[in-house]
C-alpha cells in the first residue's frame, strides 16, 4: 500500500504562486506516473499534469488550462512530487489530488485545497 500525502495549499490572490507538495511513503517514482487532478465544487475531478516514471523517460503532460502556469517536477531523493503553480486564476480554485498510477494499481492523496481569492 502506497500512502500519499499533500501539502502547500491555501489561500492566494489572483496572480499569486504556490507550490504543492506529495510526499510518497515508497520509493515509487522510478516505476509509477505521478499526477495531479482538481476538482472544483459542483465539478468533476480532471486533470492537471503528469509525469511519467524514471523508467519510462519522464516525459510530462498538462492540461491545457495550465500550460505555460504550472510545473510538474520531482525529487527522486525524497520521493516527492512538486506542483509549481504562477499566475494563479480564481477559477483555480479547487481541491488538489495528488495521484500515483502503474499498471492496475492506482493510489490517491487526501487532497489540499487551494482557494484563489482577492
Known amino acids: 500500500q502506497v500512502q500519499l500525502v499533500e501539502s502547500g495549499g491555501g489561500l492566494v490572490q489572483p496572480g499569486g504562486s504556490l507550490r504543492l507538495s506529495c510526499a510518497a511513503s515508497?520509493?515509487?517514482?522510478?516505476?509509477?506516473?505521478m499526477g495531479w487532478y482538481r476538482q472544483a465544487p459542483g465539478k468533476q475531478r480532471e486533470l492537471v499534469a503528469t509525469i511519467r516514471s524514471i523508467l519510462s523517460g519522464g516525459s510530462t503532460n498538462y492540461a491545457d488550462f495550465v500550460k505555460g502556469r504550472f510545473t510538474i517536477s520531482r525529487d527522486n531523493a525524497k520521493n516527492t512530487v512538486y506542483l509549481q503553480m504562477n499566475s494563479l486564476k480564481p477559477e483555480d480554485t479547487a481541491v488538489y489530488y495528488c495521484?500515483?498510477?502503474?499498471?492496475?494499481?492506482?493510489?490517491w492523496g487526501q487532497g489540499t485545497q487551494v482557494t484563489v481569492s482577492s
Open positions: 495521484n500515483a498510477r502503474y499498471v492496475d494499481l492506482n493510489y
Open positions: 515508497a520509493t515509487i517514482l522510478d516505476l509509477y506516473t
